[in-house]
């Protein structure tokens, strides 16, 4: 079994900052790329960071310039630091990795639990 499990969500204030991290755990072989997304309810899951086995990283747009995504590809972890956080940044947010077990012969997604980021004074 894979698990992912992300932790450093909270209640911070508007300008205020946080980093969230993300480790998969279990009998993996290997890691392609892993990521964050963000979901409100009603609405869809949406794009936060990727970023590849090599580090290459892509962004949403409203996060450029404050959110940096970071791996540690020996502790198989991902890290999303959050500045200048906004209250439209209240979400609940996922981590993503997409990852082959040494069981299953191929790649497929997995997905984190979910933790609550809540950005208000």
């Known amino acids: 079994q894979v698990q992912l499990v992300e932790s450093g969500g909270g209640l911070v204030q508007p300008g205020g900052s946080l980093r969230l991290s993300c480790a998969a755990s279990g009998r993996i072989f290997s890691i392609n790329d892993m990521g964050w997304y963000r979901q409100v309810p009603g609405k869809e899951r949406d794009l936060v960071a990727t970023?590849?086995?090599?580090?290459?990283?892509n962004y949403g747009d409203s996060m450029k310039g404050r959110f940096t995504i970071s791996r540690d590809n020996s502790k198989n972890t991902v890290y999303l630091q959050m500045n200048s956080l906004k209250p439209e940044d209240t979400a609940v947010y996922y981590c993503?990795?997409?990852?082959?077990?040494?069981?299953?012969?191929?790649?497929?997604?997995?997905w984190g639990q979910g933790t609550q980021v809540t950005v208000s004074s």
């Open positions: 970023i590849t086995k090599g580090g290459s990283t």
């Open positions: 993503n990795a997409n990852l082959r077990t040494m069981i299953i012969g191929h790649y497929s997604d997995y």
